[in-house]
Nanobody, 127 residues
Framework: QDRLSESGGGSVQSGGSLRLSCAAS????????LAWFRQAPGKEREGVAA???????SYADSVKDRFTISQDNGRNTLYLQMNSLKPEDTAIYYC?????????????????????WGQGTQVSVSS
């Protein structure tokens, strides 16, 4: 049974901010790579940001300098702070945990690289 659970989605206007949370206590130790993905209607799932177990972060070019991935001090919760939101950020956002070859979100992951997923949370940005 997966133990990832996202929250914090909602509807905002362009330029607004949201912070997504993912309860991920089961995956914050060891070699897990934690990441955020999103899927917009009619589009393929895409990587947004990743956090390696050594603290290294990576971001998709489309969200760089606007989004920040982080963990709380107790390493129980994964966050995605989203600022300067745009209509094209509208999607269902998922947190995921896995042990891929690399934790660089821009890597072309295989389908089974992330074996643990949350149920997703909707983010809608209006113009």
């Amino acid at each position: 049974q997966d133990r990832l659970s996202e929250s914090g989605g909602g509807s905002v206007q362009s330029g607004g901010s949201l912070r997504l949370s993912c309860a991920a206590s089961h995956y914050t130790y060891g070699s897990y790579c934690l990441a955020w993905f999103r899927q917009a209607p009619g589009k393929e799932r895409e990587g947004v940001a990743a956090l390696d177990n050594d603290g290294t972060t990576s971001y998709a070019d489309s969200v760089k300098d606007r989004f920040t991935i982080s963990q709380d001090n107790g390493r129980n919760t994964l966050y995605l702070q989203m600022n300067s939101l745009k209509p094209e950020d509208t999607a269902i956002y998922y947190c995921a945990a896995g042990i891929p070859l690399t934790c660089d979100i821009n890597y072309n992951f295989e389908n089974d690289d992330f074996g643990h997923w949350g149920q997703g949370t909707q983010v809608s940005v209006s113009s």
